[in-house]
């Protein structure tokens, strides 16, 4: 039996992560948007944006769906590849948790297939998709906590305080 995966957790900025795969909160269009796709998409170069309008001509022609996660390459990141992944919106009135974990278990799938060890994650929904935060920490490291296809899986969050409620969900779920 392969031992589970050593997750880290950083603060800092996604599109610096010196891993094999990193995950990007995409919107569906594969177009590029706002927060970690964007950054993603403007640091990364226009290969990523070539990629994923190959992938929007095919397969993808209607977007990517939420939960699933899609490849492309990474451009001028330090990273090999992009996992694209859209993440759900929140809702107080119906229960969409199972899509925030496809989001990782599906992008995890997608990086192990391209033969990628280590793999950072951004806080998929709690942006502008108001996922709460504590809830996504929950769901994302009980996810990811099964992989044993990893070296490493990292979580890179952007603030002080993301990183606090995404450590005690580490500590909490042993």
């Known amino acids: 039996m392969a031992a589970m995966a050593d997750i880290e957790l950083v603060q800092g900025d996604l599109t610096e992560q010196e891993v094999d795969a990193i995950v990007n909160?995409?919107?569906?269009?594969?177009?590029?948007?706002?927060?970690?796709?964007?950054?993603?998409?403007?640091?990364?170069?226009?290969?990523?944006?070539?990629?994923?309008?190959?992938?929007?001509?095919?397969?993808?022609?209607?977007?990517?769906?939420?939960?699933?996660?899609?490849?492309?390459?990474?451009?001028?990141?330090?990273?090999?590849?992009?996992?694209?992944?859209?993440?759900?919106?929140?809702?107080?009135?119906?229960?969409?948790?199972?899509?925030?974990?496809?989001?990782?278990?599906?992008?995890?799938?997608?990086?192990?297939?391209?033969?990628?060890r280590s793999i950072a994650f951004p806080a998929i929904s709690t942006g502008v998709y108001r996922w709460p935060m504590a809830d996504a920490a929950r769901i994302a490291v009980t996810t990811v906590r099964a992989s044993e296809s990893f070296d490493v899986v990292r979580f890179v969050l952007f603030d002080r305080a993301a990183h606090d409620t995404f450590a005690a969900a580490v500590r909490e779920i042993r």
Do not use: F, M
Not at 33 to 50: F, Q, T, Y
Not at 73 to 99: I, M, N, Q
């Open 25 to 116: 909160a995409a919107n569906s269009s594969l177009l590029g948007g706002g927060g970690v796709d964007g950054a993603i998409h403007r640091k990364g170069g226009p290969e990523i944006l070539a990629e994923c309008r190959k992938l929007r001509a095919g397969h993808y022609g209607r977007g990517l769906p939420t939960g699933q996660a899609v490849a492309t390459t990474a451009g001028r990141l330090l990273a090999r590849w992009v996992v694209h992944t859209v993440g759900p919106v929140w809702s107080d009135t119906e229960d969409r948790s199972d899509l925030l974990a496809d989001c990782h278990r599906n992008s995890l799938a997608v990086a192990a297939d391209l033969g990628a």
